[in-house]
């Protein structure tokens, strides 16, 4: 492993506010009404509020969609959003639910 000429090992840069896939998540979560992103250590707890099914949905994202079961025609979806695969799911549904508004 490397070292500084101080001495001590070198760190990799600290992120402020985490991978920026996570506020693209936030805009997109905060425009649906009733749904929400909140801040944890290193990823994001959303939950999504749909009135219905998205229509146009990937197999991916309509299959996560069809997890939660659906109550009186309304879905709650809970979702951690720790990598970008979790993000662009959660954006799909996002962009989805937005335009079936």
């Not at 997109?28 to 998205?54: I, K, N, Q």
């Amino acid at each position: 492993m490397g070292e500084r000429r101080d001495g001590g090992v070198p760190q990799p840069p600290g992120r402020l506010s985490g991978p920026p896939f996570l506020e693209d998540v936030e805009r997109a979560v905060g425009a649906l009404p009733g749904s929400s992103a909140e801040r944890r250590s290193g990823y994001l707890a959303v939950t999504l509020e749909l009135a219905g099914d998205p229509a146009g949905l990937s197999a991916p994202a309509a299959a996560l969609v069809a997890a939660f079961p659906a109550v009186e025609g309304r879905r709650t979806l809970r979702v951690d959003v720790r990598n970008r695969h979790w993000a662009a799911l959660v954006l799909e549904i996002a962009a989805a639910a937005g335009q079936s508004r």
